[in-house]
């Protein structure tokens, strides 16, 4: 399958990206390129494989014990939920493109 | 002192603590050295805070008060963040960022005692394997400078080639250290995933995203991931909390490094006390292999990689022979299918880490927009380069309603089946050695018009990216046209110690480690 140019203004949606027609037409060419080279992949049986979200999760039982998983943070884990940081709204903010009265400022959202 | 430049990083805290040099000595030579900002290494040079942590590490020396690392410089990649230092991560959209805070790696290294000499050129968001996707301009290459660095981390690998820093940081996300590392000639290590705070490195792709160090030699790079690496439970979920063993208590992950084990050293050390297993992966054999394994029968099969790299890398095996190391065959069979899983996750994640640059919080804003939706879409495609596009936009791809499972949950298991070849490959061996590139540096804009090209070159990388384990890169001597070739070197999950001592095996007994670019 390829994708189509509808497919490219559907993605730069989504993306919250914008192309003009010469970069989006460029852009279908060398997405369909690379997606000729996953379609290998969508050949392989895969059936009962567990995805992998990290690898993390991999070494889970490999390296260690199971049992020792959560204490060596072989498992993801929560933080507590108590305050750890201070506020430091300025300095935090001292980046933002538009700031008035420790606010980020953008443009009207409500008429 | 002309050859201060020229020492290593273990040199240079050696002579550091025995007060032969101070801190600001030090600095000062490669600040000078730095001047006119050679190969475009650098993005941001500030040298008065880096004199002033120099002066504070000569004060800590004679207060005797000195971390391990006391006094030697090192440089970090932009992706990094650092209070002191602007932050892009080569990106327009993050351009004259500052950070409030610094990366846990970047602040366990100042600890350590590490004076800072600046920040790092890089692909833009660490996307790249040329460093030609750089908003701030290409890197040049020290070997040959109408040549790449390699990439992402290639401001990296151009710098410490060319002795503008003894060290320097880089992020790995599918062969970011690796690669670059072999393109210059240098020494590269990316541990096992989690071993390093991901705290402060700007996101890229979060389950493979890995901070290693890159330097001269295993030696070096033992020393500084010992200062990198540690448990940062609350401040990235992904940390590692293992125990250390007893060996890495006292001298972290160059332990194995201090033992004399005379002229055969890898004679008793495999896991089980016989000789070192080296497992090569059949796939990864050239047309015309002249491997001679210890065991199995070798599949000859022919790929896509250069003669003259080819024969670097049956060189080093060869030796590693000769060190008492035992040469078996192993098999990685889904490890081709690396570069479609790789960049199906690697683009979905991005597309999500990605988000975040909307112009409101930080980094770059439209100047001119109709409403809040127009507002984020100028902002971004100002903000962001081509290749950064691209991965987002098939980042959204392959996670929307219909493709998911197509494609972002496929991968996700072939991603499994690829872990669980190396599992079975370990079984065989001890450590899994093959190219890190199918070839050396290539000319600068050779590839820049053609993604899948740029893709397809990390073959050799991707695989130990995608599970999560310890990999390196040495170099092995000079292929065409007289570049570096690297020979890569993967490790079981948390086996940075040999690792870096197999590594550090072969530079004991070989010179490639301090082949220089000339001129420098």
Redesign the interface.
């Known amino acids: 399958m390829s994708?189509s140019s509808q497919?490219?203004d559907r993605?730069?949606q989504?993306?919250?990206?914008?192309?003009g027609p010469p970069a989006a037409e460029r852009?279908l060419g060398?997405?369909n390129?690379?997606f000729e080279?996953?379609e290998?992949?969508?050949a392989?049986d895969?059936s009962g494989?567990?995805?992998?979200?990290?690898?993390?999760d991999?070494?889970q039982g490999?390296?260690?014990a199971i049992a020792d998983a959560d204490?060596?943070?072989?498992t993801?884990?929560?933080?507590e939920d108590t305050v750890?940081e201070t506020n430091?709204r300025e300095?935090?903010?001292?980046?933002?493109?538009?700031v008035e009265r420790g606010l980020?400022l953008?443009?009207?959202?409500i008429e | 002192m002309s050859e201060l430049h020229n020492k290593s990083v273990a040199d240079l805290a050696a002579m550091l603590k025995n007060k032969e040099v101070s801190a600001v000595e030090v600095a000062t030579r490669f600040l000078a050295r730095m001047g006119g900002n050679p190969h475009n290494a650098f993005l941001d040079i500030n040298s008065e805070v880096t004199l002033a942590q120099a002066q504070a590490s000569d004060e800590k020396i004679a207060k005797g008060t000195a971390g391990p690392l006391e006094g030697v410089p090192i440089a970090h990649k932009d992706i990094f963040v650092t209070k002191d230092f602007a932050t892009t991560a080569g990106s327009k959209i993050l351009k004259?960022?500052?950070?409030?805070f610094d990366a846990t790696v970047v602040s366990k290294l100042r600890e350590a005692g590490m004076v800072t000499l600046g920040k790092l050129n890089c692909d833009e968001f660490a996307m790249g394997s040329a460093n030609e996707n750089s908003a701030y301009g290409a890197v040049t290459n020290p070997w040959d400078t109408t040549r790449i660095p390699g990439g992402s981390s290639g401001g990296s690998s151009a710098a410490v080639a060319a002795r503008l820093t003894p060290a320097a940081t880089g992020t790995d996300t599918g062969g970011s250290i690796r690669q670059p590392a072999a393109f210059c000639g240098i020494t590269g290590i990316k541990p096992?995933?989690?071993r390093a705070s991901r705290y402060g490195m700007v996101a890229f792709a979060?389950?493979l995203d890995q901070a290693g160090p890159m330097a001269r030699s295993a030696e070096d790079c033992a020393l500084l991931l010992s200062a990198m690496c540690g448990?940062d439970?609350?401040r990235d979920?992904?940390?590692?909390?293992?125990?250390q063993t007893e060996g890495e208590k006292k001298f972290g992950f160059s332990h194995l490094l201090r033992i004399d084990h005379g002229n055969k050293p890898l004679a008793a050390a495999g896991r089980d006390g016989g000789p070192l297993k080296i497992g090569y992966p059949r796939e990864w054999l050239g047309g015309g292999s002249q491997v001679e394994f210890d065991s199995n029968a070798p599949t000859r099969r022919s790929e896509g990689t250069d003669i003259e790299v080819q024969r670097r890398i049956e060189e080093a095996l060869a030796h590693y022979k000769s060190l008492g190391a035992e040469l078996v065959e192993v098999s990685l069979p889904?490890a081709q299918?690396s570069?479609?899983?790789y960049?199906?996750v690697c683009a979905a994640e991005a597309?999500s880490n990605l988000?975040r640059f909307?112009?409101?919080?930080?980094?770059?804003?439209a100047k001119e927009?109709s409403?809040?939706?127009d507002?984020?879409?100028?902002t971004?495609?100002e903000g962001?380069g081509d290749e950064v596009?691209?991965r987002?936009?098939?980042?959204?791809?392959v996670l929307?309603h219909g493709y998911y499972d197509?494609?972002y949950?496929?991968?996700?298991?072939?991603?499994?089946?690829i872990?669980q070849d190396f599992?079975q490959a370990f079984a065989q061996c001890d450590v899994i050695a093959g190219p890190v590139a199918p070839t050396t540096a290539w000319k600068l804009g050779d590839k820049a018009d053609d993604?899948?090209a740029n893709?397809?070159a990390d073959i050799f990388t991707l695989p130990a990216s995608?599970?999560?384990?310890p990999c390196m890169s040495i170099p092995v001597g000079l292929g065409d046209m007289g570049m570096p070739v690297g020979m890569q070197l993967i490790g079981?999950?948390?086996q940075e110690a040999q690792l870096l001592n197999v590594a550090h095996r072969f530079q004991q007994f070989t010179e490639f480690h301090l082949v220089k670019p000339e001129g420098v």
């Not at chain 1, 989504?14 to 192309?19: C, D, K, P, T």
């Not at chain 2, 979920?237 to 125990?243: A, H």
């Not at chain 2, 507002?375 to 100028?378: C, E, I, L």
């Not at chain 2, 987002?392 to 791809?397: A, C, L, R, V």
């Open positions: 994708l497919d490219i993605l730069a989504l993306s919250r990206l914008q192309f852009l060398q997405l390129g690379f080279i996953v290998q992949m969508r392989v895969t494989v567990v995805p992998m979200a990290h690898p993390v991999a070494m490999l390296t260690l204490e060596y943070g072989m993801l884990r929560l933080r750890s430091q300095a935090n903010q001292r980046s933002a493109p538009a980020f953008v443009p009207k959202v | 004259d960022y500052r950070s409030p096992t995933y989690g979060s389950s448990p439970l609350d979920s992904t940390s590692l909390n293992v125990p889904q299918l570069i479609p899983v960049y199906i597309s988000s909307d112009g409101v919080k930080f980094g770059h804003r927009f409403d809040l939706a507002m984020y879409q100028r971004r495609s962001f596009k691209r987002i936009m098939i980042g959204s791809y929307s197509a494609y949950l496929q991968a996700q298991k072939i991603r499994r089946m872990a599992q993604p899948v893709y397809l995608l599970a999560g384990l079981n999950y948390l």
